[in-house]
Structure formats: C-alpha cells, structure tokens
C-alpha cells in the first residue's frame, strides 16, 4: 500500500469497512497490517444482515476495530427472522452504531415497504440504546430524510454513509447534526456532485470511509478496495478543500472519536490482536 503524501504517524479512522466479507477470508490479518502502516488507527467494521453483524462484533474484540449491528435494506425482507438476534448483538462490547440501515431504491432487492419499516425500526432501536446510526442511501433521497425527521433520527446523530445526495440534501442532513461520510466515488473524476459536497461541508462534519471490499478509490479501480486506501481518501478531499492532509486526518478523526465513542487506547495493531 503507497504511503501517499501523509506522515506515517497520522491517525486516520476507516469508518465504514466490510471486513466481515468473505472477500478478506483469505488474508485478512495482513489487510489489517497493511492498514496499520497507512497509519490507520481505528476501524469500524459495519454488520448489514444477521451473519456479517454477528462476525463484526467477533472482530470487535480485538483492539482498534469496532462493530455495528443493523439490516442493509437490500435484505430488509428478512428482518422478521433476524431482529431479535441483532438486536441482543446490539449490547455487546465494541458495538458503536445501529446500521447499516436505510433505503435502496436502485436495486429494490427487498420491497420499498418491507425497507421503510426495517429503517424505522431501526432508528428506533438506536434511539432508545442512544447509539448513532449508519445510513444507506441510494436513489430514496426525499424518503430518507423524511425518516431521518420523522423518527427523530437528530437525538442521537449518525452519518450519512458514502454520501451520495447533492449539497441541498447535505445541507439537511447537517442541519438535523448527520456526518457526512467520504467514500471512493469523491475521487472519480467526473463525480463533480460529490467534489462540490466536500467543499461545502465543514471538516467538523466530515468522516472517511472505504467501504471495502466495494467502492475502490481512483488510481486503484479495479483492485479490491482495502482499510488502507482510506489515506487515498483523505488525500482527495485535502485536495478539493485546498488545505494540508493533516488537517483533514486530524479533524476526521476527532469526528470519528466524538461520533462513535472510540476510546483512544485501542489503536488498531497488525499482529497478535486479543481475542
């Protein structure tokens, strides 16, 4: 993995990764490794059915990775089978944030009904723990908002994940106290809706996320995206706001701590990780 133009020592947070997937089945310690010498500090490893939430809150256990318990919407349709399990990994230690939840209406893998009511229960669920949530947007921009309001989504925060809306939908989404979330779509080059959200949000309420295995930021298509590649991340949007890298790591990262709850003395390490 490039070192990119960052000091070693900088601390970045991946807040959105997938590495529960069975993409990293194979070689997933040295994944770990080759994110702690990007100077990644903290991981948070994001559950979206009932298999992945319960392998995240496994990865939990080891130091400077943490967990998130919730229902993509592609597989809201099961939620009748899978909620009262996911909601009893909800209390385990390492777990940060309700998500990924939200709405997908670009593939409709579970019916739009059968998603709004999964989401809504969801953000019930995070509000009455007082814990953040992650959402998932795609193509239902109006409706999540309306959620988001309707259920009060504002008392306990949350981040909008690989932020996809304009900057009028950003501007909402912060004034209701939402993150807004950097993923590998900022860097393509002709993804200037995107450009144009990180100018406008300020670096209070941005967070970086690879999204991994998914999402592969510019020069990298094509690999399989990684922990690691989030320094490719807080390069671009360094770029875009014309200010030092570290300035970007360092005020992402503190969003990071404040959102979540991340304690500081469990830096994420390559090898010998407790169980």
Not at 54 to 79: F, N, Q, W
Not at 117 to 135: E, K, Y
Request: net charge negative; hydrophobic share 40%.
């Amino acid at each position: 993995m490039p070192a990119g133009h960052m000091e070693a020592s900088a601390l970045l947070v991946d807040t959105h990764a997938h590495l529960n997937a069975e993409e990293f089945d194979k070689d997933r310690e040295a994944v770990i490794g080759r994110a702690v010498a990007a100077g990644v500090g903290a991981i948070i490893d994001i559950g979206s059915d009932l298999d992945s939430c319960r392998k995240s809150v496994e990865l939990a256990r080891r130091p400077g990775l943490y967990a998130t318990v919730g229902i993509h919407p592609h597989s809201a349709r099961h939620m009748a089978k899978w909620v009262g399990e996911i909601e009893t990994l909800a209390a385990s230690p390492g777990v940060v944030a309700i998500g990924e939840i939200g709405l997908d209406y670009y593939r409709n893998l579970s019916e739009p009904s059968a998603q709004r009511d999964c989401f809504t229960h969801f953000l019930g669920l995070a509000r009455s723990l007082g814990l953040p949530v992650v959402v998932h947007d795609r193509d239902a921009h109006d409706d999540v908002v309306d959620l988001l309001r309707l259920e009060h989504a504002g008392d306990t925060g949350g981040v909008m994940h690989c932020f996809s809306g304009d900057v009028e939908m950003a501007k909402k989404c912060l004034d209701m106290g939402f993150y807004i979330s950097l993923a590998g779509p900022v860097t393509f080059r002709n993804n200037a809706r995107a450009q144009q959200v990180v100018r406008m949000v300020p670096d209070s309420r941005l967070l970086l996320e690879t999204d991994c295995p998914y999402l592969t930021p510019e020069p990298y298509r094509g690999m399989r995206n990684e922990p690691g590649m989030v320094r490719v991340i807080a390069e671009r949007a360094s770029a875009l706001k014309g200010v030092p890298p570290a300035r970007v790591v360092d005020a992402t990262g503190a969003n990071a701590q404040r959102l979540f709850g991340l304690n500081r003395g469990r830096r994420l390490v390559a090898a010998n990780l407790e169980r």
